[in-house]
Structure formats: structure tokens, C-alpha cells
């Protein structure tokens, strides 16, 4: 059974850092694309960040702020998030995708399985 577990949400004020990981079980995922998404209140979920074999991928309100990166021997990916804004406040939510290839996957449908989510609120 593939579970995803996020870890490392909380309350930060306007400039600060916080690790988001996500440890995944059931399955490795090493070869396959991994995501991070988030969902404020009354908004849709959207797509923060990817990677996969050949790098990672952020929108762009994230670039240059936020950093994802995996650990395969663990089955982990994390997302560095600095310089925090409270338009950074969201629920984020890990994902991957059964998808080895090389396109970059933003759209919440091409992803097959999700973790719970942890909370992060940027204060101002």
C-alpha cells in the first residue's frame, strides 16, 4: 500500500524558512516524479514544485525562494522554503506520478497518489 506522509508545517512570520518532507512508503519512487502542491481556503490546489530525472521545477512565485530535492536512498523528498510570504499560506500536499518521463508535471490529475498535507502560515 503506497502512503506519502508530509512533515514540517507550522507558524512562521514573514521572511522565515521551514523544511517541508514527505516520506513515501509502499513502493520506491526514486524514478518517478515527485511534486509538492498547496491549497489555500476557497482556492484550487496548485502546483508549487516537480522533480524528476533530469531536475526540479517550481512556479513562479516560488522560484529563487523555494528548493526541492530528494533523498532516494531514503525515499524522501523535502522542500526548502525561504523568504516566506503569507501569500505562502496553504495546506501543501506531496505527490508523485507513476511517470518516468521527462515532461514536467503541474496538473493535479497527472498525479496518482497524495499524502495528507500539513498546514503553513506565514504571519505578517
Known amino acids: 500500500q503506497v502512503q506519502l506522509v508530509e512533515s514540517g508545517g507550522g507558524l512562521v512570520q514573514a521572511g522565515g524558512s521551514l523544511r517541508l518532507s514527505c516520506a513515501a512508503s509502499g513502493r520506491t519512487f526514486s524514478t518517478y516524479t515527485m511534486g509538492w502542491f498547496r491549497q489555500a481556503p476557497g482556492k484550487e490546489r496548485e502546483f508549487v514544485a516537480a522533480i524528476n530525472w533530469s531536475g526540479s521545477y517550481y512556479t513562479d512565485s516560488v522560484k529563487g525562494r523555494f528548493t526541492m530535492s530528494r533523498d532516494n536512498a531514503k525515499n524522501m523528498v523535502n522542500l526548502q522554503m525561504n523568504s516566506l510570504k503569507p501569500e505562502d499560506t496553504a495546506v501543501y500536499y506531496c505527490?508523485?506520478?507513476?511517470?518516468?518521463?521527462?515532461?514536467?508535471?503541474?496538473?493535479?490529475?497527472?498525479?496518482?497518489?497524495w499524502g495528507q498535507g500539513t498546514q503553513v502560515t506565514v504571519s505578517s
Open positions: 505527490a508523485v506520478a507513476l511517470d518516468r518521463g521527462w515532461a514536467v508535471l503541474t496538473a493535479v490529475p497527472e498525479y496518482n497518489y
